[in-house]
Nanobody, 121 residues
Framework: QVQLVESGGGLVQPGGSLRLSCAASGSIFSINVMAWYRQAPGKERELVATITRNERTNYANSVRGRFTISRDNAKNTVTLQMNTLKPEDAAVYYC???????????????WGRGTLVTVSS
């Protein structure tokens, strides 16, 4: 069984920084793309950033230049460094990964349960 667990959310003032982490665990054969999504109250879930296994990254226009996604393939983790946070960045942030489990020949998308980020003075 594969699990994704996020950590690092919390309350931060506008202009501040926060670092989110996500660890994948369980019977993992390989992990392809890893990503962060977010969902603010009353809004649809949106893609924040993605990173491939060879560390090619992509960002939503709204966070490019402020957020940095990275991963550690040896530890099966993905991190989102968020700087210069704005009130509109407040949301539940979800980790997402395309994973092939040990008992499968196919990959599937797994989601974490989310971590809340609040940006307020």
């Amino acid at each position: 069984q594969v699990q994704l667990v996020e950590s690092g959310g919390g309350l931060v003032q506008p202009g501040g920084s926060l670092r989110l982490s996500c660890a994948a665990s369980g019977s993992i054969f390989s992990i392809n793309v890893m990503a962060w999504y977010r969902q603010a109250p009353g809004k649809e879930r949106e893609l924040v950033a993605t990173i491939t296994r060879n560390e090619r990254t992509n960002y939503a226009n709204s966070v490019r230049g402020r957020f940095t996604i990275s991963r550690d393939n040896a530890k099966n983790t993905v991190t989102l460094q968020m700087n210069t946070l704005k009130p509109e960045d407040a949301a539940v942030y979800y980790c997402n990964a395309d994973i092939r489990a040990l008992d499968s020949t196919d990959t599937r998308i797994y989601w974490g349960r989310g971590t809340l980020v609040t940006v307020s003075s």
